[in-house]
Nanobody
């Protein structure tokens, strides 16, 4: 009933840029937060960046991407973006979109967490 569809993953070069998009659709009543996680081979999934769709769009970044990545949102489109600049080979990972949201069936409940299928980013040196 809820879908998060990522796009924009690709092969990038060190020092280059890529932009990821994630659109949420389905039986959505409200979205509280959206964000991006990543998982590199042999490593745990980690938070990259998150943004609140309320509270003036407060943002949070992993230390490893601060100053290089920017998260933004379009609430009207239920879409979140991740602009990735100054890419490094260590940014290579599968990037997953995440949303904390409430469906019409769960109105009044705490937001549930939903995940996209992931989009692969490979950065060559």
């Amino acid at each position: 009933q809820v879908q998060l569809v990522e796009s924009g993953g690709d092969l990038g070069q060190s020092g280059g840029s890529l932009r990821l998009s994630c659109a949420a659709s389905g039986n959505i009543f409200s979205i509280n937060t959206m964000g991006w996680y990543r998982q590199a081979p042999g490593k745990q999934r980690e938070l990259v960046a998150a943004i609140s769709t309320v509270s003036n769009g407060r943002e949070k970044y992993a230390d490893s991407v601060k100053g290089r990545f920017t998260i933004s949102r379009d609430n009207a489109k239920n879409t979140v973006y991740l602009q990735m600049n100054s890419l490094k080979p260590e940014d290579t990972a599968v990037y997953y979109c995440n949303a904390g949201l409430i469906t019409y069936q769960n109105m009044g409940a705490m937001p549930g967490r939903y995940w996209g299928q992931g989009t692969r980013v490979t950065v060559s040196s």
